[in-house]
């Protein structure tokens, strides 16, 4: 999907009842389409590379792999989606760089400039290139362009996979998805859940987007989602500015002194204990983590918990009186977990909460600003508060 700077989009699951045939036949399609997106993605790393203006779409008129042209265009999409992405982060990351290091001011400015034109391999050789491309050698070899053969999701427009509407019957929508047959496409059920249902209505400002994406699984399922869009609202001009320090003995405390996820911990002790003894079992009869379809699904099932929760916990913070957001970048690490419990909680929890700050700061048009820890979390030496913290940042603790 072509996405649009005044628009946000939401991705929701949807239970996708097709027959072993048809699943079959979209199963088919991934390898077809990985090899798509590594060679979509091989003309556009050159042309970044060789300091070339990124194009905004690539030709695949005379490629073929037995994919059709209306294929060829949701593949080329979806790759460059995947650079545009990846640039975006090491922008970041570049100006993260940059603005730690000890270089002199006009260096910096050079590079700054250089950074938001993401014009790092830009032909020149004066100095500010050449560092600009050392820095990114550096970036490069931590974090390399995104590696297709991986991916197992396929996102299609709705020039191959049309979402239609049902005349009668047990299924009220069905997705017609073109395969690698030509002019033969599969009708496959959708099953629409509660949380899309509100937006199905013509009058909702959220509204459904002719646009799907299939997931292969490692099991060999298939998971459905559809896509919708909505406006992007304005920035919040009032409201209160909030500090927010999150952890793990309660999920999130604010700057006015409320405590919030006070459940988490506890929950995550009892399944912490669960774990360990799982891990024992399979360490026993010498069968891999990742190999078992148990330790697959509990890990699943911790992860959408602290998703949850997290996503809870931010919407009952984001209220209406909230104008800004000021969020200090903690994880989650907990001396009462062990080992594994507090890799799976970091990642779920860092990733839950990134995500449910963009999302509220691209649908609700709440400022959301990141700090240093170093400063969120250091304490009065007299009377052990964090006013004078807080107040680093224009923020006041409750009385």
């Known amino acids: 999907m072509a996405r649009k700077d005044d628009k946000i989009y939401r991705a929701y699951e949807v239970g996708f009842p097709a027959n072993a045939g048809k699943i079959d036949q979209l199963k088919r399609l991934?390898?077809?389409?990985?090899?798509?997106?590594?060679r979509t993605l091989n003309v556009l790393e050159h042309a970044l590379l060789s300091g070339e203006k990124m194009p905004r779409w690539v030709d695949a008129k005379t490629w073929d792999d037995g994919l059709s042209q209306r294929q060829w265009d949701s593949v080329t999409r979806q790759a460059k989606a995947m650079l545009?992405?990846?640039?975006?982060?090491?922008?970041?990351?570049?100006?993260?760089?940059?603005?730690?290091?000890?270089l002199t001011a006009d260096m910096k400015q050079a590079l700054y400039r250089i950074n938001l034109r993401h014009a790092w391999w830009?032909?020149?050789?004066?100095e500010a290139h050449r560092m600009a491309r050392r820095i990114m050698k550096h970036i490069r070899k931590r974090i390399p362009f995104p590696n297709p053969m991986h991916c197992r999701t396929m996102s299609m427009d709705g020039k191959i996979a049309s979402i239609q509407p049902s005349n009668g019957g047990e299924y009220y929508h069905w997705a017609r998805i073109s395969t690698l047959t030509r002019n033969k496409p599969i009708h496959a059920p959708l099953i629409i859940h509660a949380d899309l249902e509100p937006h199905l209505h013509p009058d909702d400002p959220e509204t459904l987007a002719n646009h799907l994406q299939l997931r292969v699984n490692e099991d060999g399922t298939l998971t459905a989602r559809l896509m919708t869009t909505q406006d992007k609202p304005p920035v919040r001009q009032t409201g209160d500015t909030i500090g927010l320090d999150w952890g793990m003995q309660s999920l999130f405390a604010t700057s006015t002194g409320r405590l919030y996820g006070l459940r988490l911990f506890a929950w995550l002790k009892q399944r912490d204990d669960e774990l360990l003894a799982l891990i024992r079992d399979l360490a026993r009869s010498n069968v891999r983590y990742k190999q078992s379809k148990r330790y697959r699904r509990f890990n699943k099932r911790i992860r959408d918990y602290v998703t949850n929760e997290v996503n809870r916990v931010l919407n009952l913070i984001a209220d209406d009186q909230v104008r800004e957001l000021v969020v200090e970048d903690l994880d989650f690490r907990h001396g009462g977990l062990s080992k594994h419990m507090n890799r799976l909680v970091t990642r779920a929890g860092r990733g839950a909460v990134r995500r449910k700050l963009r999302r509220l700061e691209s649908a609700t048009g709440i400022t959301v600003t990141p700090v240093n820890p170093a400063y969120t979390s250091q304490e009065c030496p007299s009377c052990g508060g964090s006013a004078r913290i807080l107040a680093h940042f224009g923020l006041r603790p409750a009385l």
């Open 84 to 102: 545009d992405s990846w640039m975006s982060l090491r922008e970041a990351d570049f100006r993260r760089i940059v603005s730690h290091s000890s």
């Open 122 to 126: 830009e032909t020149g050789d004066d």
């Open 30 to 38: 991934m390898p077809v389409w990985r090899r798509g997106l590594r």
